[in-house]
């Protein structure tokens, strides 16, 4: 099992920034991707950006050039640092972990975002 705490959602506004912090516990595995995911009110579950355990990102075309995914091995943590919020940014943001070679998938609880206009 894998646990998942995000934290660092809140409200801001057009332009501004936040960074989006997720704490895994547990049995992690060395080989795993972590992955933020985000979901507006009436919308499905979508990509936000995701890193391997080796480093590799991949970013939504809507977030390119604007967040930056990352991780901290020793602190089994990863970040998103979003800049230039837009209010289409609205969601409510999930970690996930991908664990192991069998991929199973664990969710974090999610963290709200708002950006204001």
């Known amino acids: 099992q894998v646990q998942l705490v995000e934290s660092g959602g809140g409200l801001v506004q057009t332009g501004g920034s936040l960074r989006l912090s997720c704490v895994a516990s547990g049995s992690i595995s060395s080989v795993n991707t972590m992955g933020w995911y985000r979901q507006a009110p009436g919308k499905e579950r979508q990509l936000v950006a995701t890193i391997t355990s080796a480093g590799i990102t991949n970013y939504a075309d809507s977030v390119k050039g604007r967040f930056t995914i990352s991780r901290d091995g020793a602190k089994n943590t990863v970040y998103l640092q979003m800049n230039s919020l837009k209010p289409e940014d609205t969601a409510v943001y999930y970690c996930?972990?991908?664990?192991?070679?069998?991929?199973?998938?664990?969710w974090g609880q999610g963290t709200q975002v708002t950006v204001s206009e």
């Open positions: 996930k972990c991908r664990n192991g070679l069998r991929w199973t998938d664990y």
